[in-house]
């Protein structure tokens, strides 16, 4: 996916164009969004795929899979199938091939459309809850050389689901690219809340200060990646 992505990227450059348009369909976007459901994610990975991210563009998304082959055949457009669709090792191609002609047929006939509405309420509560967020972090939150300081008794008066996102936000910023679990999040807010100990999370140290919840990223060399001295204008809560 990465190199796919760099490639389009050079491709744009290449050829002065303003966007890439992308060919996922709306059955694509049921397909991400049932992964990202089993893989446990939340409204931000529930959005699944998003009509524009930055220079990319999916025209398709409300145009299932079967009419837009139905309409190239009928106008005689070649198109190629990338031949790593038929490996069942792969967990898109399982989902497509099993669990969503399953739920069709044992469930309910419209699963794709209905998924795919899912994935839009999704991304458009994520919206307004990532912007909140960022709202939020910008009056409790500040940087301070690698580390973020985030007012605990502040923390403690947002709402459980505001004040976990502006947790999930900062430690994402300590450690740009990382993955940052479910229990990390939550013991690092129970430690805002004076419970638990310091601890280790990825690409950072989470541990209470005062009045502080403080993250600091790992330094050079170290395992994780270090923090990034930057403003929360940049890409904090990127959707």
Known sequence: RS???????????????????????????????????????????????????????????????????????????????????????????RVRAELLPLLEHRFNPSIVDVLADEAEVAREEWLWMGESARQAAGRICRQRGRSWLIDAEELGRLPAALGRLVVHGVMGEVAPGLTVPFAHVEAALRLGRGEGVPFDAPGQRVERVGGDLVLTGSPEGTVGRPVVERGLDSNFFHY
């Open 3 to 93: 190199a796919r992505y760099a490639f389009f990227e050079r491709a744009r450059l290449h050829f002065g164009a303003d966007v890439v348009a992308l060919g996922h369909t709306r059955d694509d976007q049921a397909e991400t969004f049932l992964l990202r459901l089993l893989r446990g994610a939340g409204a931000k990975g529930l959005a699944a795929m998003h009509p524009r991210r930055g220079a990319f563009i999916r025209p398709l998304l409300d145009c299932r899979r079967r009419d837009l082959l139905a309409y190239l055949e009928s106008r005689r457009i070649p198109y190629a199938i990338d031949e790593s669709n038929a490996d069942p090792g792969i967990p898109r191609n």
